[in-house]
């Protein structure tokens, strides 16, 4: 019988970042790079965030995961994502892919089903986003909004964690693939990986909203709550629900 995610699951999975601080290499957008390597070193884990197609190679080798988003794409950017996908797959190194506005640009859409097609261990995107995507094949496959929906062909899983400044804070999203990569470096089975990663962000959501006035001091207060998040607030306040498929 399979361990499905629980609580008590997501807090082992936080306690096994804080301890072993997995390296994760981020291809990010330029946008929330920041947030986005604030967010791992606070659950964490270690982030490294160069585009570089010189050293691309060697970083990508040095990393326990890797984070692909496609936010602010450009020719550069494509060759280098290619290059390190390359080298995580060599390696066996998980890697996910966030297909950030592929339902903007139909060049971006048949970009992000090239990489599918290499095989990442999770896609993650909004719900605009995943709908155009449609079925991810083996790797699994999560639509994030108020609930969460994960899903891997054998089992569904639903987070009903957040809270609704999430979507008020550009890059809450991209900064849950980060989480999500430094959890799936240190547990083998990406359901389990990216339930506790998305439990953990949004309870800590919950616990920042009741420390902020608004969008802006709440994207700061998350970053407090994740790094002081408590394995027993963890277990208590995680919304995780399943089906077997
Ligand atoms: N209304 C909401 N209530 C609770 N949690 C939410 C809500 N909207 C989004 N979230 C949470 O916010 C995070 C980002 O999800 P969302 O689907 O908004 O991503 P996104 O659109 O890709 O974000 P971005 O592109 O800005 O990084 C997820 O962890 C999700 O659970
Ligand atoms: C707004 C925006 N544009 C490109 S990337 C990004 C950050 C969140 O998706
Ligand atoms: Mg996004």
Known sequence: MRNLPSPQMAARLLACVRERRPRVHCLMNTVVQKFTADGITVVGGIPSMTSSREEIADFVAKADALTVNLGTLDAEHRAVILRAVEVANAGGKPWILDPVHCDYSPSRLAFARDLIALGPTIVRGNRAEMELIGETGACLRIQTGPVDHLADGRATVRIANGHRWMAAVTGTGCLSGGVIAAFMAVEKDPLNAAAGALAVTGVAAE???????????????????????????LVSHARIEHDQG
């Open 207 to 233: 616990c920042a909203a009741r420390n902020a006035a608004g969008p802006g001091t709440f994207g700061v207060a998350l970053l407090d709550a994740l790094s002081a998040l408590g394995e027993a607030e």
